[in-house]
């Protein structure tokens, strides 16, 4: 599935919704079910630092594909966080930069990507990019 | 005490509290952060801009005169608010932060040296530490922070043991802003001139909820935000003793703050002028005279009793939650209830509050190093006025428990 396949699905899911609540308690679930990272991992140059709650966030290259891991000290973050990683864990770079994320706002999430909101979200998404611009230059 | 009665009729005077807020009633919890308006305040600013609206000082004409009565009458009125022996110790600045980093800067050019002390505490919002911070990077201080006990109370014994001949100043708040703690300013301020060293009393947080009398405190500063006792942003108010605020010097340059002005020496203006350089903001500063006579109408003694009790209800009821941990269980406290559930992030719980309409504030507050202090990464507060009602602290009980069901 290509990034913008996997942002429908995520949006389909959601959309199944009508009640903020029903959508929250699914970014509930989805915080819950990601898996915690390794405390190897949960370091302080890791961290990407919000006002209201912060962000680990790891990044590998495996064959030409980065792998995310990430994690969040808040469920609801944590549950964003469990669905940017499904959207941009084993991408290649180029599909990384090229990717617009469209799909937070479609299911009535946008406010936790507002850069006034500080939750580490917004830096997240930017240190995404930042890497895979990194491991592309360093692959090139 | 302010009855129900005279609760609803109060509350017409705020159109924002018939908000709906993704269609559900605001219950706005937030008050620590910035209050809301009356309509006579609204009222005034519309009127100051229709009627009054001229550059104000040395202005011959008839509006500038109307304008500069109205920007003097206001100062009046703080400074009856407030207790100050003369008008013109009360200096209007932008808020709170503007009034300390004034101090900061113009106490420390007059009195402060390499190897003196200012004595801050650990419950301070980062705007009464930054600017000291600067003041000791600039001249070579050092700050020294009074700690508090478990319940959120300062500990006195160990604020005497800081106090010594190098300290020059102690700046502390009077209620905090994340654990409602009202500090024995007084006490603080008679141990330092024991040892004549001068006190600014940060209450930003105080003034909206209790009494307060910088004579009777015999406080050398005392500071605060219209914005945060229903006056406009944008203005704040520092009162300083007259002696002192003669003997620091200006911290800005410009118009109104001069005597006379030539390329080879500038003399400055008299008090007040001397620290508003620049055109003040004379209307602000009549609509925070309009919000400080629409507390005195009520009576700051009955906002505080009625105050008291919404706060002793709401944590009484907050600890019918399992898990439920009050943060700051002081006695002696303000409107301000911050607190924590179990392992749930403040954020969780402040994002599906406001989905039910409800504000509250999480996070550090703008006081990290007492949150780090506590071992925790920030709270949930809920912080009340006078027109918030036990309804509604039902409501935010059950919204809450509802919030906690979901995140457990």
Redesign the interface.
Known sequence: MTINQIQDRIVEDFNQFDDWMDKYALLIDLGNGLEPLEDQYKVPQNIIEGCQSRVWLHAEMKEELIHFKAESDAIIVKGIVALLLEVFTGRTPDEILQAEVYFVDKIGLKEHLSPTRSNGLVAMLKQIKLYALAFKTRNS | MLTNDDIVLLRKDFPILEEKI?GKPLIYFDNGATTQKPLQVLARIEYAYKHLNANIHRGVHYLSQKATEAHEDARSTVASFLGAAHREEIIFTRGTTEAINLVAFSFGEAFCNQGDEIVVSVMEHHSNIVPWQMLCERKGLTLRVIPMNEKGELDMQAYKSLLNSRTRLVSVTHVSNVLGTVNPVQEIIRLAHEQNIHVLIDGAQAVPHIKVDVKELDADFYVFSGHKIYGPTGIGVLYGKRELLDAIPPCQGGGEMIDKVTFEKTTYNILPFKFEAGTPDYIGSTALAEALRYVQAIGIERIAEYEHVLTRYATTRLLEIDGMHIIGTTENKSAVVSFLVGE?????I???LD?MGIAVR???HCAQPLIDSLGI??TVRASFSFYNTTDEIDSFIAALKKVVL??S
Do not use: Q
């Open positions: 993704y749930i992030h403040p954020y969780d402040g994002m599906l989905k999480t996070g550090h990464t920030g979901m995140l």
